[in-house]
């Protein structure tokens, strides 16, 4: 057994100091260990759930545009102008459609998937009522548009809203 009252009072400085030395590097290693994991998950909280919430309030955002559009057209009674609103509901559906497929293309979880699947399928059943609205504006049809608004348009875009919105309150309790 190591007997440190054997060696004169340097020597037992210098390894007393030694070993102190030795555990403070032990605990550094341990702690820089220690931050660069927590850097890791600050990373993959940062670059992972809050770009896909920044994208899904996108999407959110862009669907409410794309509703308002709508309703734009349907309170318009100049055609011109009604038709002028398509413009816009194409433009927004379009960033949409750029911030769906990031967020597709990033999701791994299962209940993830499952609710971009339900937004897939929602967005998807929207998409002819747009169609078919501003084909009856087109044909001067007011009461077939009023009637495809408020009976087929405005349901489909309430689901396609809150499944949107399912994925948002997703991504804040992960």
């Not at 504006?137 to 399912?166: H, S, T, Y």
């Amino acid at each position: 057994m190591l007997s440190l009252r054997s060696y004169k009072i340097g020597t037992r400085l210098i390894l007393t100091t030694i070993g102190a030395l030795g555990l403070m590097i032990v605990f550094v290693g341990i702690a820089l260990y220690s931050l660069n994991t927590i850097g890791e998950k600050v990373d993959h909280i940062i670059n992972n759930n809050v770009r896909k919430t920044s994208l899904a309030v996108d999407m959110r955002m862009r669907n409410l545009l794309i509703a308002r559009h709508m309703r734009t057209a349907l309170i318009y009674t100049n055609v011109d102008k009604q038709l002028g609103e398509k413009a816009k509901v194409d433009a927004d559906f379009a960033k949409y459609l750029e911030a769906e497929t990031q967020i597709v293309d990033t999701t791994t979880s299962p209940r993830g998937k499952e609710i971009v699947a339900r937004i897939l399928a929602t967005r998807k059943a929207v998409e002819p009522s747009i169609t078919q609205l501003f084909e009856n504006i087109k044909l001067g049809d007011r009461a077939e548009v009023e009637k495809v608004f408020f009976n087929d348009f405005r349901p489909r875009m309430q689901e396609w809203f809150d499944a949107v919105g399912e994925f948002i309150q997703l991504q804040r309790e992960t």
